[in-house]
């Protein structure tokens, strides 16, 4: 059984940090480039970044860029996002997937990231 369980989401100020985890099973992780998305309630569901499966490239949602950081480790089957100088905006719930899995409208809970004073 695939699965994807984010965690280290919850509320901070804005200009704060937050980083997330996502532990992945039920597929061959490193095979995979993995992403993070996000959305918001009312909002279609966006990409915020990429990451290659040997983590040799990445790519991020202009509007993360220079402020978030994925990373993953394939032999604990993880991929992070290090988000620093949030913002109100970045308030979502942030997902991780694969492009195969997103593919198939699969998705994980989630975690809650809100960024308010």
């Known amino acids: 059984q695939v699965q994807l369980v984010e965690s280290g989401g919850g509320l901070v100020q804005p200009g704060g940090s937050l980083r997330l985890s996502c532990a992945a099973s039920?597929?061959?992780?490193?095979?995979?480039?993995m992403s993070w998305y996000r959305q918001a309630p009312g909002k279609e569901r966006e990409l915020v970044a990429t990451?290659?499966?040997?983590?040799?490239?990445?790519n991020y949602a202009d509007s993360v860029k220079g402020r978030f950081t994925i990373s993953r480790d394939n032999a604990k089957n993880t991929v992070s996002l290090q988000m620093n100088s949030l913002k109100p905006e970045d308030t979502a719930v942030y997902y991780c997937?694969?492009?195969?899995?997103?593919?198939?409208?699969?998705w994980g809970q989630g975690t809650q990231v809100t960024v308010s004073s």
């Open positions: 997937n694969s492009f195969r899995f997103a593919g198939k409208d699969y």
């Open positions: 039920g597929f061959t992780f490193s095979s995979h480039a």
């Open positions: 990451i290659s499966n040997r983590a040799g490239s990445t």
